[in-house]
């Protein structure tokens, strides 16, 4: 099995700074990719940042300049600097991993989830 935990969200004020962070624990034979998408009341979970095992990034339009995903190998943990916070990055974030658990199988994880509220 392979749990991811999350950590690092909050109430933070507008122009603010919050760092996710997610570890991926388990039967964990190499990790494809680790990202993170964001879900609001009445709408889709859209995806904010991902980070492929090469180490090639993408983000969402919305957060490009503000956000930074990065990546401990060595310790299975991705993380998100968010930084120049907007009323509009509010919602819950979601830790997600596409992980190789053995030569065969790749399967999809998700975190529980932890909210990020920025006030205005």
């Known amino acids: 099995q392979v749990q991811l935990v999350e950590s690092g969200g909050g109430l933070v004020q507008a122009g603010g700074s919050l760092r996710l962070s997610c570890a991926a624990s388990g039967s964990i034979f190499s990790i494809n990719s680790m990202g993170w998408y964001r879900q609001v009341p009445g709408k889709q979970r859209e995806l904010v940042a991902i980070?492929?095992?090469?180490?090639?990034?993408k983000y969402v339009d919305s957060v490009k300049g503000r956000f930074t995903i990065s990546r401990d190998n060595a310790k299975n943990t991705v993380f998100l600097q968010m930084n120049s916070l907007k009323p509009e990055d509010t919602g819950v974030y979601y830790c997600n991993a596409e992980i190789r658990v053995d030569v065969l199988r790749t399967n999809t994880y998700w975190g529980q989830g932890t909210q990020v509220t920025v006030s205005s």
């Open positions: 980070i492929m095992g090469g180490g090639f990034t």
